[in-house]
């Protein structure tokens, strides 16, 4: 066999070129095997692969109908309309948390005894901090305002409320309307029989769009429309004041102050105004203390104080304004009861009424958040339930306030 000749150039590379170990081979093949395979298939990332699956999907962001604060949607090729399901209304209704700073200390410095824990300009940052905080506080509600009336005025087109014109009815007619057809059928579904009333009811259904409200809803327009009317004399206020604006929304009281608005002393000040306020309306004619906060002689007289201002009684009528907060006193001029209080308190009442029939309908106190809880019960006459004993903590001054609605849920 011939010898080929090999180029000088050739040789040297051969020779500079070693063979690869066999290590390095024994590496490389089971690396191309574990290339071949899938990464979800192969053992040691087959948990991981699946482990970020479910973790990427439960941290996905809902879609935005589906948001706490945003309306729900509203399906037209459907004849029942469902505007919400909850119990609560969104948390924007509420006044937000009030973040103040730190309280300056009062303990001597460690560098000379002589002189003052803070110095001037210390506390002139501290009261700047704290007017910045108030700041904060009134546009984070006034945002609050307005976005919550942006989400009502789908809802009220749907119920044939006006769209832009801050109307609060205390019990639209769509409401009312569906509270009539619930009774209606519910008689029937207990008979047993199909009665006259219950084919009008269904015809009605098909020939008109029924509109199912939930709590959450009919408290979103309520309030909404309650602070939209205040929005702009509070906001002119805001500008003139500034830092100030607390100290004067203090002594003009929620006349011009939105529900959002309000601090928590402001809170506790109108608190107590009302107890004030209830405990003397509730003073009957030759007594003279009124029934303990809370109490069954309490409830007692609140359902008969509201039977006789049914009933037309003028006295009777100021003294449940006083109590439910729709007048400042019990002592109203007599001409103004039945211009003025007779009508106030009976929308008032309407309101109440299908506020209790909501809560029935979205689960009862127990599906009530406390903040929720405790405004009912102030609505309804019970202000100051629970802080009759010194000493109680949150948990149980929540406990006696769902004890106290439980039962004026179950007598009225």
């Not at 901090?129 to 108030?134: F, V």
């Not at 830092?243 to 003009?252: G, I, K, N, R």
Request: proline share 7%.
């Amino acid at each position: 066999m011939p010898v080929i000749p090999i180029a000088p150039r050739a040789q040297l590379l051969l020779r500079a070129r070693s063979p690869p170990p066999a290590t390095s081979l024994s590496s490389l093949t089971v690396f191309l095997r574990h290339r071949q395979q899938p990464l979800d298939q192969h053992p040691k990332y087959q948990d991981f692969s699946t482990t970020s699956t479910t973790l990427a999907k439960s941290h996905a962001r809902p879609p935005s109908s589906q948001s706490a604060t945003s309306p729900p949607s509203s399906r037209s090729s459907t004849a029942t309309q469902t505007l919400a399901t909850d119990i609560n209304p969104p948390a924007s209704t509420r006044p937000a948390d009030l973040l103040l700073p730190s309280a300056l200390s009062s303990s001597p410095s460690s560098s000379s005894s002589t002189s003052s824990a803070t110095s001037p300009a210390e506390k002139f940052k501290y009261y700047i901090a704290i007017g910045r905080a108030y700041l904060t506080f009134y546009k984070t509600g006034l945002k609050n305002v307005y976005h919550n009336y942006r989400a009502a005025v789908p809802l009220r087109r749907s119920l044939g409320l006006s769209a832009y014109l801050p109307t609060s009815p205390s019990l639209p007619p769509a409401i009312k309307d569906q509270l009539k057809a619930t009774t209606t059928t519910t008689t029937t579904t207990k008979t047993g029989s199909s009665s006259v009333n219950g084919d009008h009811h269904h015809t009605t259904t098909n020939n008109k769009k029924s509109v199912v409200i939930s709590r959450s809803t009919f408290q979103l327009l309520h309030r909404s429309a309650y602070d939209i009317r205040r929005m702009i004399p509070f906001t002119l206020l805001l500008i003139v004041c500034g830092e100030f604006t607390p100290l004067v929304a203090l002594a003009l009281g929620n006349a011009v102050t939105p529900r959002t608005c309000r601090v928590p002393k402001q809170l506790e000040k109108e608190r107590g105004k009302r107890m004030q306020r209830k405990k003397m309306a509730l003073l009957g004619r030759g007594t003279v203390t009124a029934p303990t906060v809370g109490s069954a002689e309490e409830m007692s007289a609140l359902r008969l104080l509201i039977s006789r201002s049914m009933a037309q009684d003028r006295e009777a009528v100021a003294r449940a304004c006083a109590v439910f907060g729709l007048a400042r006193s019990h002592e109203a001029p007599a001409w103004a009861v039945p211009l003025v209080y007779q009508r106030r308190l009976e929308r008032y009442l309407e309101y109440l009424a299908i506020d209790d029939e909501l809560i029935r309908r979205g689960g009862g106190v127990k599906a009530m958040e406390a903040a929720e809880v405790r405004i009912a019960v102030e609505e309804r006459g019970g202000v100051g339930v629970g802080f009759s004993e010194v000493g109680r903590d949150g948990w149980e001054v929540e406990r006696e306030e769902r004890r106290w609605l439980e039962k004026w849920l179950q007598k009225r």
